[in-house]
Each structure stands twice: as C-alpha cells, then as structure tokens.
T-cell receptor, first 110, second 112 residues
Framework: DAGITQSPRHKVTETGTPVTLRCHQT?????MYWYRQDPGHGLRLIHY???????DKGEVSDGYSVSRSKTEDFLLTLESATSSQTSVYFC?????????FGSGTQLSVL | KQEVTQIPAALSVPEGENLVLNCSFT??????LQWFRQDPGKGLTSLLL?????REQTSGRLNASLDKSSGRSTLYIAASQPGDSATYLC???????????FGTGTRLKVLA
C-alpha cells in the first residue's frame, strides 16, 4: 500500500461551517487528487495537484478549495459546508502511471 | 470531455463462472486505463493498468483488454470465487492531462 493517510476518518459538522480535510503521503508522489464518492455517481474529481502549489479544478469543484504547500500534504477545504457535500471523500496520489488511494473520510453535513 | 460508462451496474453469478466486466469511454485519445476493486466501506485497490500502446494485461485470474478505436476495455475474471465479490471500477486518463475519470462501477456478487 502507498503510504496515504486521510484525516479525519469521520466528521460531522453543521451547515455553514468551514471544514478542512487532510491528505498526507509518504511516497513522494508528484500528483495528488481529491475525489468524492456518492451512490449513483461513482467517483467524481474535485481538485487535483500536479506539483507543489500547482493545482487545478476537476468536475465538481464548486464550493471546494485546495492547497498544496508541501509535496506530502494536500488539503481540501469546504468553505461553507452544505448538506449536498455530505459524502465520502477519497484522496489519491499518483506516479506518472498509477493511482493509489487512501481509506476515505466520511463527512456528514447536518 | 471524457465520459466513462460501466455496464452492467450490478452482476450476480454462481461460483466458478468466467465473467466479463465492461468499461466504455468516449474519447479514444487516452494515456492509460486502470481497473480498481473496492470492498464495502474501503478505499480502492489497483488491479491492472493498461498503457495506451498495450492491448492487454494479465494478473493471475484477471485479464484486462483495451481497444482504443472502439473506446472499450474489458476485465475478464476467470473461475470466479466468493472473495471476488466487490465493486469494480475503471478509470481513464486522457492524453495531455493528469486527470483520471472514473466509471460508476460494476457491483459483483459471486454466490457460493
């Protein structure tokens, strides 16, 4: 397994509050990704990074921002959480060839 | 815009059957395609990676093929076992991008 740690593993928050999810890797992979997984939608790309301070939007980026100040850390921030952002969030890292996934964060927005 | 489709959405087979899972993509200009397995409540585990220049890849009882011209990949599972029960997803990376686009997956149940 690639050394990918997501924190927290579970979080319950209230509508309107900011939330930050963290992804930490020990593999020195260049690429990092945030996906959300919802029933009927599969995995949808939120944001990704192709290097330190280099990020770009994915398919469902509205309401989310990211930062990558170090190779090993990729943060996902929900600026003002909404109930539609209740989901399982997965971080992935990549070499130029393969993707590796973390165990996920279950986020509930009440 | 790349779109990835997996059919069927769910499949139930008796143990021992050989089976084929399908993945279709709309843009044939791909860099590679990767098949994953996901167990309930878990993350994704990589099964097979096929580069755009390859036609197939094999690992044990699994064989994945790629036909770029028709926009299709298949995952063949030989002699299925109850332990193969999981959701199988394909992900496509298009040429000139770092993004991986996923299909919605096929939920497989192998009955003992």
């Amino acid at each position: 397994d690639a050394g990918i740690t997501q924190s927290p593993r579970h979080k319950v928050t209230e509508t309107g509050t900011p939330v930050t999810l963290r992804c930490h890797q020990t593999e020195n992979h260049r690429y990092m990704y945030w996906y959300r997984q919802d029933p009927g939608h599969g995995l949808r790309l939120i944001h990704y990074s192709y290097g330190v301070k280099d990020t770009d939007k994915g398919e469902v980026s509205d309401g989310y921002s990211v930062s990558r100040s170090k190779t090993e850390d990729f943060l996902l921030t929900l600026e003002s959480a909404t109930s539609s952002q209740t989901s399982v969030y997965f971080c992935a890292t990549g070499t130029n060839e393969k993707l590796f996934f973390g165990s996920g964060t279950q986020l509930s927005v009440l | 815009k790349q779109e990835v489709t997996q059919i069927p959405a769910a499949l139930s087979v008796p143990e021992g059957e050989n089976l084929v899972l399908n993945c279709s993509f709309t843009d044939s200009a791909i860099y590679n395609l990767q098949w994953f397995r996901q167990d309930p409540g878990k993350g994704l585990t990589s099964l097979l990676l096929i580069q755009s220049s390859q036609r197939e890849q094999t690992s044990g009882r699994l064989n994945a093929s790629l036909d770029k011209s028709s926009g299709r990949s298949t995952l063949y599972i030989a002699a299925s076992q109850p332990g193969d029960s999981a959701t199988y997803l394909c992900a496509v990376r298009s040429s000139g991008t770092y993004k991986y686009i996923f299909g919605t997956g096929t939920r497989l149940k192998v009955l003992a």
